[in-house]
């Protein structure tokens, strides 16, 4: 008599069979069938195809014209977001779906590879934010430039004026590799080991549009610097190169691959490589092919360089560029020293031909189409047409003569854009927020301004012993890099003690990346129920400055403070 087991067909009692494993979607492994909705949208239309139907029927058709593929994305491959609807509280952010948060009016996203700009270039930006959005302009931690309040009607003349510049939005947005960060400083420091410009603009002149790079399994983003300071946090980069003098072939750089933030925090990893400076182009190729073919495309919340990283390790990723994409081996490398000066390039610095480059803040990247024709006016004013933005949401005047300095200081004062070392304004970030920002759950940069004017004001005549970056996101996100600020702050609603929410933050302390204050980059600390209101927020910190500075050890920075201190202390 069969057992009831066997009566229903089950194997008999022993090792169970192995499941089929899962495909990751890897074109290299598992071949090109879409496994999900974007990739299915990318396999039929290249999302760079979607130009000419914005030029030649949405932009005459209007809003209502718009395919729903292309405007949730396509749309992205040329910088496009439609931004969220005014009074969409951020609780109900998660509650509605993508058509019934945004608004007919687009986010769209000037790309600045290695942030180098002209007066004119700048000039032409100031225009198109007052001409057709509305006066909106803000500076982002990508070096980039974005506009909101843009109707899709007004594209193709903003493509005309930008491309008539030399400015485009192309592949700004959408699972491509998007802005390359560079030095700001790149080509014009006293202090620079080598200029990463010829390698910026061969990667962008080639490369950015390539169809055959314009479907990657997400965003994939670039950092190169040339500059001892190493500023271009390449550690959350997917693929860095980070200048190095190595004791027999000379100054070239280091590569480091698999960086990035968001909800799960990974810091890139070195190859062990040096790079020669006529090997960048081809090696970022090869890191970007190995991430087309072999990168996870099945759940997009798997989809970054990172996770391929996690699972090959720095060992294997080098064997493989290596061997299947350079068909050379790459010389074992040293790593770069540790930054002496800071990143930010804040405050009047010396050029290498003898003139300064002034570099400014303005607060946590909030900037007009005003305030950018204000600073054109005044670096022309001053001989000066080559301007940069930076990793860190600020921007620098180059060339400007020494006899000048204090007068360009001063106009840049009037204008409320500050050279000095303040307490922290120069060290404030935000991202967009609610205020456009369709994933987003709280205000981030009234909220930032606000807590600066504040905190500046409660804490005058206080000595710092390094700045206090603090990170305003309004999302889990982390496009403000909050695991990496000394205070970081992730947007979400807290319930207070009556029982009611309102808009606040997840508090992260002690982050940060590899600078003249830290020897390597290292993640938040994040203290069970630590949660801190808008309202609260100058208080809150205020409150954890002045404990660091009465219970700090000689030398201890505040990042070692946090992570020394007991639960009480951060509370």
Not at 19 to 33: A, V
Not at 154 to 171: F, S
Request: with cysteine.
């Amino acid at each position: 008599m069969s057992t009831d087991v066997e009566q229903r067909g089950a194997k008999p009692a022993g090792k169970a069979a192995a499941r089929p494993k899962k495909s990751n979607g890897q074109w290299k492994i598992d071949g090109h069938e879409p496994l999900n909705k974007n990739e299915v949208d990318k396999a039929e239309d290249n999302g760079l195809n979607v130009r000419a139907r914005i030029e030649e029927i949405y932009a005459k058709g209007g809003f209502a014209s718009i395919d729903p593929d292309d405007l949730h994305g396509r749309f992205r491959w040329w910088g496009l977001y439609t931004q969220r609807k005014p009074g969409i509280d951020g609780g109900r952010t998660a509650t509605l779906e993508p058509h019934e948060l945004e608004d007919e009016y687009f986010m769209l996203r000037v790309r600045i590879d290695g942030g180098k700009l002209t007066t004119e270039q700048l000039r032409t930006i100031a225009d198109i934010s007052n001409d057709f959005a509305r006066g909106s302009a803000d500076l982002t931690d990508r070096q980039n430039i974005q506009l909101h309040w843009v109707a899709i009607e007004d594209v193709p003349e903003i493509w005309r004026r930008l491309e008539a510049v030399g400015l485009q939005t192309t592949e700004a947005c959408g699972d491509v590799p998007r802005v390359i960060l560079g030095s700001p400083v790149a080509g014009i420091a006293a202090d620079e080991l080598i200029d990463p410009t010829p390698a910026i603009e061969e990667i962008s002149r080639r490369y950015i549009g390539d169809p055959s790079l314009a479907n990657l399994p997400r965003k994939y983003k670039t950092a190169i610097t040339g500059h001892p300071s190493q500023d271009v946090v390449h550690e959350i980069n997917d693929c860095s190169f980070v200048a190095v003098e190595h004791p027999e072939h000379g100054i070239g750089y280091d590569l480091w691959v698999g960086g990035a933030l968001s909800t799960v925090p990974r810091f890139a990893e070195r190859l062990g490589t040096w790079v020669a400076p006529d090997q960048v182009v081809e090696t970022w190729l090869g890191v970007t092919e190995i991430f087309r073919d072999y990168g996870y495309r099945r759940l997009r919340n798997k989809a970054r360089l990172k996770f391929l990283m996690a699972e090959w390790g720095p060992e294997k990723f080098r064997e493989v560029l290596e061997t299947e994409y350079l068909g050379y081996r790459l010389a074992d490398g040293p790593a770069p020293d540790k930054p002496l000066t800071a990143g930010d390039h804040v405050g009047v610095h010396r050029q290498a031909d003898g003139k300064y480059y002034i570099g400014v803040s303005l607060i946590a990247g909030r900037a007009s189409g005003t305030l950018l024709g204000q600073i054109v006016d005044l670096a022309e004013k001053y001989g000066s047409t080559r301007l940069r933005t930076t990793p860190h949401q600020k921007i620098l005047l180059l060339d400007i003569a020494e006899d000048d300095i204090d007068d360009v200081v001063a106009g840049l004062d009037a204008l409320g854009l500050s050279s000095r070392k303040d307490l922290f304004r120069r060290s404030t970030m935000a991202c967009t927020g609610i205020e456009f920002c369709k994933l987003a759950i709280v205000e981030t940069k009234q909220t930032a301004a606000d807590a600066v004017a504040q905190l500046e004001a409660r804490l005058a005549g206080i000595d710092l012993p390094h700045p206090i970056s603090l990170h305003l996101n309004g999302c889990p996100n982390s496009c403000a890099r909050i695991q990496t600020a000394d205070i970081g702050l992730k947007g979400q609603l807290v319930t207070t003690e009556d029982g009611t929410q309102q808009p606040g933050f997840q508090v992260h302390v002690g982050g940060g990346l590899a600078s003249q204050d830290r020897d390597e980059a290292g993640l938040g600390r994040t203290v069970r129920g630590l949660k801190v209101t808008a309202e609260n927020l100058s208080d809150y910190v205020e409150k954890l400055v002045r404990r660091f500075l009465d219970g700090r050890g000689e030398s201890e920075t505040f990042s070692e403070w946090a992570h020394r201190v007991d639960d009480e202390e951060l509370v």
